[in-house]
């Protein structure tokens, strides 16, 4: 008896467990029809206004010079890692700090063994993994913008810092490592270089030539207004789309979490009908042998 004891204390367990799992699971899905909805609504905004200012860039005459997008040695690095402040997420993080250490180790060797290169973890399991990281600089003043509700202007205050932070030669070169999100069950870990503005000039959907802007009071102090608001809405999206890949991967991760505990209440259930019928054929075994004793 000691056996059904110890399995239906595992299957109490596991059907609280279960509870925990489905309930996580809907909240994460809550979250994630919002979350899908701000990166589905800001991604054509993104792309348009890219494709003006590659347009822009592309008919301007003269020299114009842009702060962000000077080109300097690669000596000070700046990696901006983007993660979430809770656990329970499948390998989303895991993932998202497997691209950040890749892009360190490969592409910023030499700086990472001079000690110039610095992370700034935006999210709690970031400052957590990259503590352990010999080699860097680790900045921790913005944990916790995952969780909870993070506006645009939260977002804006820390592009405009980079910003300031890239002009004053703080640092030459800012990469940011996020995740895209595709949908529930695919996201995928991008490291894009936020600063300096690489020019990518964008041609016309239709295949012809590029648009021909009539711009007033000139093309310098257009540019040099657009590029700020183009970087803010581009971080914006970044966190975007790390935030939806968050409750996405949480979601997936507690289904199928849910899916394994029902399995494993299915075999216990079994195990414990069988040890049940083993003690009652015991006992009655012994019965029957304890009649036919008394009787000889």
Request: glycine letters at 6%.
């Amino acid at each position: 008896m000691s056996g059904l004891k110890e399995v239906r204390g595992r299957i109490a367990s596991i059907n609280s467990t279960q509870q925990i799992t489905k309930a996580m699971k809907m909240v994460s899905a809550s979250k994630l029809r919002k979350a899908q909805s701000a990166i589905v609504q800001i991604r054509p905004y993104t792309a348009k206004l890219k494709e003006v200012i590659g347009n822009v860039q592309a008919n301007l005459t003269g020299d114009v010079e842009l702060e962000l997008g000077v080109q300097r040695p690669a000596e000070k690095i700046l990696v901006v890692v983007m993660s979430s402040d809770k656990g329970l997420c499948g390998g989303f993080n895991m993932n998202l700090f497997k691209a950040a250490r890749q892009l360190i180790n490969e592409k910023y060797a030499s700086q990472k063994a001079n000690g110039q290169v610095t992370v700034m973890a935006l999210g709690k399991k970031a400052a957590d993994a990259f503590r352990k990281f010999d080699g860097i600089k680790l900045e921790t003043q913005h944990l916790g913008i995952f969780g909870k509700s993070f506006s645009f202007q939260q977002t804006a205050a820390i592009s405009e810092s980079l910003m300031s932070r890239f002009t004053s030669a703080e640092f030459d070169v800012i990469e940011v490592v996020f995740s895209e999100f595709k949908n529930a069950v695919v996201q995928i870990p991008q490291a894009q270089q936020f600063l300096p503005l690489v020019s990518t000039p964008v041609e016309s959907s239709k295949g012809g030539s590029k648009a021909d802007y009539l711009m007033e009071p000139d093309q310098a102090f257009i540019i040099r207004s657009l590029i700020p608001s183009y970087l803010k809405i581009q971080f914006h999206r970044y966190m975007l789309d790390t935030n939806a890949s968050e409750h996405g991967a949480r979601m997936t991760s507690m289904d199928k979490a849910t899916e394994n505990a029902g399995d494993l209440l299915k075999q216990l259930k079994l195990q414990y009908n069988r040890a049940r019928q083993a003690a009652i054929t015991k006992e009655i075994s012994e019965i029957v042998g304890g009649v036919a004793a008394l009787e000889g």
